[in-house]
């Protein structure tokens, strides 16, 4: 895929353009590979950044940073 430079530029369109690159046939979540996953808002402090949350294990993340050490899984008290 080749991605356009203009793309990158506008924060909303590169984060849009990473999560193409990284999941071309939809989101997946890195603890589970389950496809079902949600968007739940924006990250606090990066409105541009996506907020996902998995179905299967609740787990939480944001893209582009969908490792082992930027996602967390929420409380079943929460």
């Not at 430079?5 to 999560?19: A, F, H, P, S």
């Not at 299967?56 to 050490?69: A, E």
Request: hydrophobic share 25%; net charge negative.
């Amino acid at each position: 895929m080749q991605v356009n430079i203009k793309n990158l530029i506008d924060e909303v369109q590169c984060y849009q353009t990473v999560r193409e690159l990284r999941w071309p046939d939809g989101v997946v979540c890195p603890s589970c590979e389950s496809q079902e996953v949600m968007k739940r808002g924006f990250d606090d402090t990066e409105p541009a950044r996506q907020r996902y949350e998995c179905h299967n294990c609740d787990t939480v993340m944001y893209l582009p940073t969908t490792d082992k050490y930027h996602r967390h899984t929420r409380r079943p008290s929460q």
